[in-house]
């Protein structure tokens, strides 16, 4: 009894042992991301493009907002109501949802493997530039994006494949919130099944039943927006042109093997990476074959199932590509697909290797997580020589001097949603609204203050005229006056905005 007893408090303790690495692993996940918070309010300056859209679209509730679905918003709109801070709050959610997606990711990968193994792939998430270091830098609904397909394949391995009950129900909440989210989710939820339908033991546990219940709580969840999508399809499609569709004329094999090279090329790119530091330290570190301990069969399940999911992803992507005529395939639309290609190619490593391959990989990552920390500032602060970054653009200056001026008394268009998210940011007060989305406010049909940036001070009357065919109104526009400030970082560059009166004809 004594020895079974033992043996009883060795198993407990090795279950305690690998509860407090779980802990580790997930403590350090967190702890990580909380310090990109902190050091985005740090750096301060002004907003990047897409933290300038979703503070204007975060300024209220709505069932949609033009291209893009409408959850990010609704979730930052909820975070300015209890965060005064803009940045913070913007902060806080990107860095939330990362947090979120690495979690589950670690979560899946300790289905099939240790503590450290699990660890260590989701540190190879830092091997992946788009999400690594364009994550931080910009992006916003494609993080959104990412960390739901991470929680979905988390529930199809981990509840789905056990049958446990309600799984149906929550993978319709999770692919409702996805279709909320972005649009490249629709690859998503394919992708998980056909790689689930690849599996044995996964595929017994799929059911029309079980699908039945998931699209019905997916179409309630979807309902609205779909509604306001089929209403404002010029607002939806505002942003097709990045697809660049191909030419008139030109022959189907042309188009299609130009599509197909872009869907290559985006997906090599977004890999490269992790291929190149993978097969480095393999080919320093690797084990002999008679040296390399034996796979569990469910770590290989599993490695399988992540390997079937990137692959049937990426085969929807092409074949979409390819019906629609695309010619152009940005890898940051690749991002919910592939973000299991780092961690998998690091699952391949760690079969391969001995402890000094783990070692010199943990370097690499952190090293990795230290070079995004630091060349944020020069990003954010500097830009490049001739070319200052965006967030340090002296908009607090010039919203001063337009405010001098008269502006702000009246609602304020701009040409671009960088400078009203700006101005906004920096007057909370004013009624900001871009020219871009004219229709979505009712501000952009009476008097208003217009300031712009691009094409110089004759582009007024464009964006004036531009109006005027919206609104089916005349609209005048008053003199047209400068302000200027320099980059406090780069003071030989000036940073310039034009403004001007707009009148409204009666009805």
């Known amino acids: 009894m004594c020895n079974c007893g033992g043996r009883d408090v060795t198993v407990g303790q090795r279950v305690t042992g690998v509860r407090g690495a779980d802990r580790r692993w997930i403590g350090g996940i967190c702890l990580y991301f909380l ?41 930052q709109w909820g975070l300015f109501q209890i965060f005064g801070d803009p940045i913070l709050a913007m902060a806080l959610l990107k860095n939330g949802l990362l947090a979120l997606m690495c979690v589950c990711l670690y979560r899946l990968l300790r289905a099939g493997h240790p503590p450290q193994t699990a660890g260590l792939a989701t540190l190879a998430l830092l091997l992946l530039p788009q999400i690594a270091w364009e994550a931080q830098r910009a992006l916003t609904h494609s993080v959104l994006v990412s960390a739901l ?35 490249n989710f629709v690859f998503v939820v394919p992708a998980v099944l056909l790689a689930a339908l ?52 030109m022959a189907w094999a042309a188009t299609a093997l130009q599509g197909a090279g872009a869907v290559l090329i985006a997906a090599v790119s977004f890999v490269a990476l992790a291929v190149v530091v993978v ?28 390997w079937y999911y990137a692959a049937f992803g990426l085969l929807l ?30 699952l391949w490593l760690l079969e391969r290797v001995g402890p000094a391959g783990r070692k010199a990989l943990a370097w690499v990552c952190a090293g990795l997580a230290a070079l995004v920390v630091l060349a944020l500032p020069v990003h954010n602060l500097y830009g490049e020589p001739g070319r200052p970054a965006r967030r340090s653009a002296p908009v607090a200056e010039i919203a001063a001097e337009l405010e001098a001026g008269g502006v702000g008394s009246l609602p304020v268009l701009t040409d671009r949603e960088w400078l009203a998210g700006n101005l906004l940011y920096r007057r909370p007060g004013w ?3 871009p020219v871009l989305f004219a229709g979505l406010d009712p501000v952009e049909c009476r008097d208003a203050d217009l300031v712009w940036m691009d094409d110089g001070p004759e582009a007024g009357q464009a964006l004036a005229d531009r109006l005027a065919r919206r609104c089916g109104r005349a609209v005048t526009l008053g003199p047209v006056r400068a302000v200027s400030a320099p980059y406090p970082w780069q003071p030989e560059v000036p940073f310039t905005v034009y403004a001007a009166r707009l009148g409204f004809a009666a009805e």
């Open 431 to 433: 009624q900001v609204a």
């Open 35 to 75: 310090f990109h918070v902190l050091w985005r309010r740090l750096l301060g300056g002004s907003l990047g493009l897409d933290e300038a859209q979703i503070l204007l679209e975060g300024q209220r509730l709505a069932w949609g907002y033009g291209p893009q679905p409408p959850l990010y918003p609704w979730m």
């Open 279 to 306: 097969g480095g330290i393999y080919l320093r570190w690797r084990l002999p074959v008679a040296e390399r301990p034996p796979v569990p069969q469910q770590a290989a399940e599993l490695r399988r199932f992540l």
């Open 317 to 346: 992507v092409l074949l979409t590509v390819l019906v629609s005529g695309s010619t152009s395939v940005k890898d940051r639309w690749l991002q919910p697909i592939l973000f299991v290609s780092g961690p998998v190619l690091v």
């Open 198 to 249: 690849m599996l044995p033991d996964l595929r017994r546990q799929i059911s029309w039943r079980g699908l039945g219940t998931a699209a019905a709580v997916a179409a309630v969840i979807v309902a609205g927006p779909v509604v306001w999508m089929w209403r404002h399809p010029q607002h939806v499609l505002s942003s097709s042109y990045k697809l660049e569709q191909a030419e008139a004329g």
């Open 149 to 183: 397909a991470a929680l979905a394949c988390l529930v199809v391995w981990t509840w789905i494949r056990s049958g446990r009950p309600g799984s149906w129900l929550l993978f319709g909440l999770v692919a409702g919130a996805g279709g909320l989210a972005k649009f």
